[in-house]
């Protein structure tokens, strides 16, 4: 995704790993967020994101591999350390405390149910549950005003 | 039964591809894609341990994170819209005039 040349391409890409992540969310047993990955993501915000990128008509970037600076690679070294750092910690073989996590819990099927997430939401989360709607309202009301103003 | 550090070296390797792309890549809207490819690792860490410590709150933040990206994706792309606008560019290289 990440080395594509043109935008669509890396979305579709996004995409599909967003419908895999989904997939595996259900080997996870949670039903609910593998629904609303696919609903919210897959489809909202990537067609959102496709949509931006259409209308703006943004020519094909140069190939990557004509491109290569001293940054791309001092960053690539930045990254995998990182990444071996954060293998080390997590432990290849899952030693230390995710030593006993082999097994889902007992009750992870029931906890990923619609139901059960409902009743959550609407009982010890129903603060931040309402405080969502007004983050929603917000950025509806910032989206529309950035997007029709037209700036100096 | 898949051991829990199975989905976690997942998420960090989702991460770091993210991390890679905002780093490497100079047009706003790839690196906001980016942005959301991370978003979804530390998700993943979250329904995992959800699952295998059998607590729901992992997933209930799953949930207020998708709504806080839904926002961010709208505000974002706005932003984007409006940048485009006024310097014909997506590329960040070209946006500096808040540099010093």
């Not at chain 1, 890396?10 to 949670?30: E, H, P």
């Not at chain 1, 703006?56 to 001293?70: I, M, Q, S, Y």
């Not at chain 1, 960053?75 to 990182?82: D, G, K, R, W």
């Amino acid at each position: 995704m990440i080395t594509r040349a043109n935008p669509v391409n890396s979305a579709l890409f996004l995409i599909l790993n967003f419908l895999s992540l989904a997939g595996i969310y259900l080997t996870l047993n949670a039903q609910f967020v593998a629904i609303i990955q696919i609903l919210v993501y897959a489809g909202a915000i990537m067609v959102l994101v496709l949509f931006v990128i259409m209308l703006l008509n943004l020519e094909d970037e140069a190939p990557l591999r004509d491109t290569l600076t001293k940054r791309h690679y001092v960053s690539l070294l930045f990254a995998l350390v990182t990444l071996g750092l954060l293998i080390e910690v997590i432990g290849w073989k899952g030693a230390g405390a995710l030593a006993g996590m082999t097994a889902f819990a007992p009750n992870s099927v029931e906890i990923g149910t619609v139901e059960h997430i409902g009743s959550e939401l609407f009982t010890r989360y129903v603060f931040p549950f309402e405080l969502t709607s007004i983050l929603l309202l917000a950025a509806m009301i910032g989206a529309v005003v950035l997007a029709k103003k037209r700036f100096p | 039964m898949i051991p829990i550090h199975y989905y976690l070296i997942l998420s960090a390797v989702m991460f770091i591809t993210g991390v890679v792309g905002v780093l490497t890549r100079r047009n706003a809207i790839i690196i906001f894609m980016c942005i959301e490819l991370m978003l979804n690792s530390v998700n993943l860490t979250f329904v995992a341990f959800s699952s295998y410590l059998g607590n729901v709150d992992g997933q209930i933040f799953v949930f207020f994170v998708m709504a806080v990206a839904a926002a961010e994706a709208a505000v974002g792309l706005a932003i984007v819209i409006a940048l485009f606008r006024n310097k014909q560019t997506v590329n960040i290289n070209d946006v500096n005039i808040l540099k010093w």
